[in-house]
């Protein structure tokens, strides 16, 4: 079990302040804008940076206060960060290997071959997408209880994001008690793979919401300006104005399609809620 | 902490075409120059390519995820400077050897006690200047490190220009005859020196050290 309590973390131009839960074996993600937090929440779950206030615990301890015997209970897959560059695939399994007990060297070799990775090739020299696969499957190399993968899509192309949600998938198809931590500015990367979603934006958590929900609960409205003036807004979280209409965004689309026969009702993608929930739309 | 040490040495071992072109230029100046040089020459191959270690640890935020590892960060300024010891330690070692070797070779006569005196006396200087680049390099990112050694080695200059000065007022003033005093150092016992040096470089080493964990605990990654 993860829980974040009002945990803050203070910077110049930019201050976090986030409450969240991630029980065991869950898929959690975590989306949001470029820079609205999630690197930083992850950095605290695993005691990368010091906190300036709340609560955090991770397994029942202190990210501050882990030992190296209990941080081999997570799979890491920061973006942009890895080993050493000027190293191979083959250094990688070397080094591992002195990591933990239970570097599964068999398996990783052949993820790795499955994924068509070079064994000789310096990781500098490979394509992001390889990059990216060698990271998550680097995370996945002894058996850990929780991954946490930030961004571990962004920047690839379709099939290299298939492949790499695929390897996630299997991941927790060889345990279910396995949990995943996964954050991502892309929508549908998510909605295939998460129980749950928290909304981060500008340090703050804006909407937790199981993907269940988000998707067969949540809806889009479209009327008209005069419509849209008798509208009962209470299930409305956000409204977006258009050329000649308003597209509201509800957590009840229901209540609307009952209500409303005129009125346009659509499911709602979680791409849709971002862009009326961070795009700036009002209620 | 295995995983530290495979990693330093991977890193090392991924060099090896630049390895192998300091070995043939180490046996050229080993035949070429005075047999001394190389034992200097050598080491001083091996510290930059340990301290080379710390800048790809640190490239591309390396460091954030080394620590996601089952490692703490004090676990990483021990291994760095366990790599460092063992390293520098072969590197001179190596150097020993061949300077023995090309004494063989080139038949020329050579005090066996004397060298190997004059060669344990360059070891602590590395460790010594180790113990100031490890911190240095832990504490500032690689571009900003290289400036404050610059800054440093300025310092030290300046102390011993100043020292130098100073001493001569007081010499002048007090009529102490500090030169005098200097070749009285002569007659201490090698060995003794050469334990007075290991001594000194384990304290300043060990300082180092605690300075070096102290300075991983409070990073951020």
């Known amino acids: ?283 | 902490m295995k995983g530290l040490l495979t990693k330093d040495f991977r890193i090392i071992l991924v060099q090896k075409k630049l390895l192998i072109l300091y070995f043939f230029v180490s046996v050229m100046l080993s035949f070429a120059m005075d047999s001394g040089f190389i034992v200097s020459y050598f080491p001083m191959i091996g510290l930059m390519l340990i301290i080379s270690t710390i800048s790809y640890d640190n490239h591309d935020n390396g460091m954030g995820f080394l620590m996601t590892m089952p490692v703490r960060p004090g676990d990483y300024a021990v291994a760095k400077y366990i790599f460092a010891v063992i390293g520098l330690f072969l590197t001179w070692a190596f150097a020993v050897v061949l300077q023995f070797i090309s004494f063989f070779i080139q038949k020329t006569p050579f005090n066996g006690p004397e060298v190997f005196m004059d060669d344990f006396m360059i070891l602590p200087v590395f460790f010594l200047i180790i113990s100031i680049m490890i911190p240095v390099e832990f504490k500032f990112s690689s571009e900003k490190s290289k400036i404050v050694l610059f800054v440093l080695c300025g310092i030290v200059i300046l102390i011993m220009i100043a020292g130098k000065g100073a001493l001569g007022y007081i010499g002048s003033r007090f009529g102490i005859n500090f030169e005098a005093m200097a070749a009285g150092l002569n007659t201490i016992s090698p060995i003794t020196v050469i334990f007075v040096l290991y001594a000194v470089c384990v304290v300043v080493v060990s300082i180092s050290l605690i300075c070096s964990i102290r300075i991983m605990q409070k990073k951020e990654f």
């Open chain 1, 1 to 283: 079990m993860i829980r974040l309590n009002n945990l803050r973390k203070d910077y110049k131009d930019f201050k976090l302040d986030v409450s969240m839960e991630v029980p065991d074996g869950r898929v959690t993600g975590l989306i949001g804008k470029n820079g609205a937090g999630k690197t930083t929440t992850i950095k605290a779950i695993l005691g990368l940076i010091k906190t300036d206030g709340g609560e955090i615990e991770v397994f029942g301890k202190n990210p501050k206060d882990f030992t190296g015997e209990d941080k081999k209970q997570f799979g890491v897959a920061l973006s942009d960060a890895g080993f050493p560059m000027i190293l191979t695939i083959r250094d990688v399994i070397s080094i591992l290997k002195g990591f933990y007990e239970d570097f599964d060297e068999k398996d990783f070799m052949e993820k790795c071959k499955a994924q068509s990775l070079p064994f000789d090739k310096a990781i500098k020299d490979f394509s992001s997408g390889m990059k990216a696969k060698l990271r998550v499957i680097t995370a996945m190399s002894h058996k850990a209880s929780v991954l946490i993968l930030d961004e571990p899509t962004a920047g690839l192309d379709v099939l290299a994001r298939n492949d790499v949600l695929q390897m996630i998938r299997d991941y927790l198809g060889e345990d279910p008690d396995r949990s995943v931590i996964i954050s991502s500015h892309i929508s549908s990367d998510l909605e295939g793979l998460c129980d749950d979603i928290y909304m981060i934006d500008n340090g703050k958590i804006i909407l937790h919401e199981d993907t269940d929900v988000l998707l067969g609960n949540y809806g889009l409205v479209k009327v008209g300006e005069e419509e849209y003036g008798s509208l009962d807004k209470k299930y409305i979280l956000a409204s977006q104005k258009d050329s000649y209409s308003y597209t509201c965004l509800t957590s009840e689309k229901q209540f609307y399609v009952e209500n409303y026969p005129k009125a346009v009702v659509e499911n709602a993608h979680i791409d849709d809620i971002i862009v009326l929930m961070l795009g700036g739309g009002n209620k």
